[in-house]
């Protein structure tokens, strides 16, 4: 890989976040959720340092597929991924990671990027500051990146990354991260997303695809109950964080897919009629209510297309594992 100038740290490029400010979002994001009509709990605050854990074993889970499906487009096809993304013309580009997590996945496409004559700066986003720890120590052995982890929302760090060079940007939005939204949300990050890039920038996203509505069932209910801990796991974090009190024996992990819609959910249901309190906050459980933490939704590739074409990309090259399960396709902003 040619040299490339000393690229500010992220230390540098982060705002002065204080963690009693992380706290109060924290906290404030809860009480919201609790005390809504529905109740609800983000997503985002399943990933402490033992949700990231618990989702490594869950990635390793034999009832989890979609890692698997990923990683074997990613191992088998990384000559042709770095073809579309480099686009033949070798200039130079920031290839930022929305949502990196381990690189289990991306280490296989920046080996072969370095392994052409391209120069890039590989960008990893992520929320946790844990997984972004992990992720650049087992980098380490891919001798001469260029490396710079921000810590941060998705669109607050693109902004930062944005700022650090006029490189075309190649943003990476694997894993099925796209699916940890509803489908109108989704609509909105991407409209979010092509609004922060420049005509020419390229995504390259991971998408579910609909198939056997059981297979997709037990990949979110696996038999050796880790999905469950994992997201029992935000009940604990809100103990320790929030001062909550939530006996995690009276609630129950509880998943559903609809093959129509494609909307896998995961709940936490109470199993008896109580009231628990959070920051000094009392919120009250009917026996059999429910708290939605996620959604994985699946897409068809027609949806996919309509997607990308309503958010401002062009559809330009689709990768599918060998079961046609998953499929990583690259977007060319207009």
């Known amino acids: 890989m040619l040299n490339i100038p000393p690229m500010p740290t992220a230390h540098d490029l982060q705002p002065d976040v204080r963690e009693e400010d992380r706290v109060l979002q924290f906290r404030e994001d809860v009480l919201k959720g609790l005390k809504s009509g529905t109740k609800r709990l983000s997503s985002k605050y399943f990933y402490d340092a033992k949700g990231d854990a618990l989702f490594q074993q869950i990635m390793h889970c034999p009832e989890y597929y979609v890692t698997r499906c990923e990683l074997e487009i990613f191992r088998g096809q990384a000559a042709d991924l770095v ?6 013309d070798k200039q130079p580009f920031d290839l930022i ?22 120069e890039f700066t590989y960008i990893p986003v992520d929320i946790s500051g844990n997984i972004l720890s992990y992720l650049e120590e087992s980098l380490a052995d891919l001798n001469g990146l260029n490396i710079l982890c921000l810590e941060g929302e998705y669109f607050d760090m693109l902004a930062e990354a944005t700022k650090i060079s006029a490189n075309r940007k190649v943003v990476l939005f694997l894993g099925a991260n796209i699916g940890n939204m509803p489908v109108y949300e989704a609509e909105k990050f991407c409209d979010q997303l092509r609004n922060a890039l420049q005509p020419g920038d390229i995504v390259l996203m991971g998408f579910d695809l609909k198939k056997n509505p059981q297979t997709i069932l037990n990949a979110y209910n696996d038999e050796a109950g880790i999905t469950r801990d994992f997201n029992l796991n935000l009940l604990t974090r809100i103990n320790r964080e929030l001062d909550g009190n939530f006996d995690l024996d009276t609630f129950t992990h509880y ?6 819609t494609g909307a896998c959910k995961s709940y936490l249901v109470s199993s008896t009629e109580q009231t ?8 009250s459980f009917q026996e059999g209510e429910w708290i939605f933490t996620e959604v994985s939704q699946k897409y068809s590739m027609k949806e996919i297309e309509v997607l990308a074409a309503n958010s401002g990309f062009s559809m330009d090259t689709t990768f599918f594992d060998s079961k046609r399960w998953f499929v990583d396709v690259i977007w060319i902003a207009r």
């Open 83 to 88: 073809r579309a993304i480099t686009m033949k």
């Open 97 to 118: 990671e929305l949502g990196a997590g381990d690189g289990i996945k991306s280490r296989h496409l920046l080996r072969a990027l370095q392994e052409q004559p391209c």
């Open 255 to 260: 998943q559903t897919y609809d093959p129509e």
């Open 276 to 283: 628990v309190t959070v920051a000094g906050t009392p919120i």
